[in-house]
């Protein structure tokens, strides 16, 4: 099929969050379609979309997220946007992807898969075993409270909310005394040095389609359909797949 490419005049719109990991998978994508087509820079637009996960006062009091909405929070306006055509195409790290698409959106092309693994963060404590009774350990992530508290009950959580670079400052003023994040997040911003371990799968379960990246299009845009299927890793999508359906199966969002 031929399709129309996109030029500096006439760019191809790339709706994202403003967060240093959401820049860089968005970056990430750019360089993929810019390589897949031989394109320029300038023939793409980054655009950054502030989406209701990511206002600082909710994030500054560590409010739960089943509180306020689940993981639609870090999607509903970008998918907006791409829903009424002013982007074209809309990044997402796929572990915050509700398991249902608005209606006339897909999401079909995914790229190769990062670490799924968990890091253990903590600025003096070498590894999770390590960590003595009543130390307090910060995360939002129920998935994560709940396998930490299975093993050691004698730990304190507390809610623990924001991006990375957030999260190290929220250490660094002793919130807590340690905390989780992904080993892809940390790879993609080249920031391997901050995992002080990697959680072994058979430790702390990643969440399902953690360390990937998924580009969203509009159902009626055969341009970014022919243009997105040049860059899908399929060994990716299958495994996504057989994740989100059995997040289906189980009602989860």
Known sequence: MSVTLPTPDQTLKIGTRGSPLA????HETRDRLMA???LPEAAFEIVVI????????????DRPLKEIGNKGLFTRE???????????LAVHSMKDMPVEQPEGLVLDCYLPREDVRDAFVSPGVARLADLEPGQVVGTSSLRRRAQLLHRRPDLTVVEFR???QTRLR????????CTFLAMAGLNRLGMARVARSPIGVDEML????????????RLDDPRAEAMLSAIHDADTGHRLAAERAFLATLDGS
């Open 36 to 38: 897949a087509f031989d």
């Open 78 to 88: 970008i998918e907006e946007q791409l829903g009424d055509g002013r982007i074209d």
């Open 162 to 164: 924001g991006n990375v």
């Open 206 to 217: 990643p969440a399902i389609a953690q360390g990937a990246i998924g580009i969203e299009r």
């Open 23 to 26: 820049l860089a998978q968005a």
């Open 50 to 61: 502030k989406t209701t996960g990511d206002d600082r006062s909710m994030i500054e009091a």
């Open 170 to 177: 929220k250490l660094s003023e002793g919130v807590a005394d």
